[in-house]
């Protein structure tokens, strides 16, 4: 039985960090591609990062990229998402997924992912 369980989101004024936490049970995160998605109210769930399974290769969203950063812990079966600088635009539920199976493929849709956590809310305040 697979379970990810985010964590460390929260309330933070503009300009500042979060780092969010997706431990993994029933699943190596080494082995999948991991992926984190955000939604804001009324919107369709975004991609905003991805780490390949071979950990090689990571991909961001445009509106993050350079201030987000996704690394994993494989001692921990953890995935974490270094948010910096964020802006109140990154208000939303973000959400931690796993592709169920191994390949260097890195989805950018939701729907190709096998498996998610629960959300963890982040709102920052202008």
């Known amino acids: 039985q697979v379970q990810l369980v985010e964590s460390g989101g929260g309330l933070v004024q503009a300009g500042g960090s979060l780092r969010l936490s997706c431990a993994a049970s029933g699943l190596t995160v080494s082995r999948y591609a991991m992926g984190w998605f955000r939604q804001g109210p009324g919107e369709e769930r975004e991609f905003v990062a991805g780490i390949t399974w071979s950990g090689g290769n990571t991909y961001y969203a445009g509106s993050v990229k350079g201030r987000f950063t996704i690394s994993r812990d494989n001692a921990e079966n953890t995935v974490y998402l270094q948010m910096n600088s964020l802006k109140p635009e990154d208000t939303a539920v973000y959400y931690c997924?796993?592709?169920?199976?191994?390949?260097?493929?890195?989805?950018?849709?939701?729907?190709?992912?096998?498996?998610w956590g629960q959300g963890t809310q982040v709102t920052v305040s202008s």
């Open positions: 997924a796993a592709l169920g199976r191994t390949s260097e493929w890195l989805p950018r849709r939701a729907n190709d992912y096998d498996y």
